[in-house]
């Protein structure tokens, strides 16, 4: 009988979560036709991984991240025509 991979049986930590939640958001259709989301730090996630995962976020081209006063992060992004 195979033994199942590690992988399939570890299940994500906090930042592949935190990561997988914010990609979720990002990917709706709602989201994908706007070219933005809107995105929240939960209660649970911590705080230096929300910042990290915000770190990576902006540095991809074409990506604005905008803080807003109550706490979240607008993501605006372009799409650049192609040649």
């Known amino acids: 009988m195979a033994k199942p ?31 933005a989301a809107l995105i929240f730090r939960l209660p649970d996630e911590p705080v230096d991984e929300w910042e990290r995962l915000l770190e990576e976020i902006a540095e991809n081209d074409n990506v604005t991240l905008a803080y807003r006063d109550d706490g979240g992060v607008h993501i605006f992004w372009v799409v650049p025509q192609e040649d």
Request: hydrophobic share 30%; glycine share 6%.
């Open 5 to 35: 991979s590690a992988a399939a049986t570890t299940p994500p930590g906090s930042y592949e979560r935190l990561g997988l939640r914010v990609q979720k958001i990002i990917n709706s259709p709602n989201a994908q036709k706007a070219k």
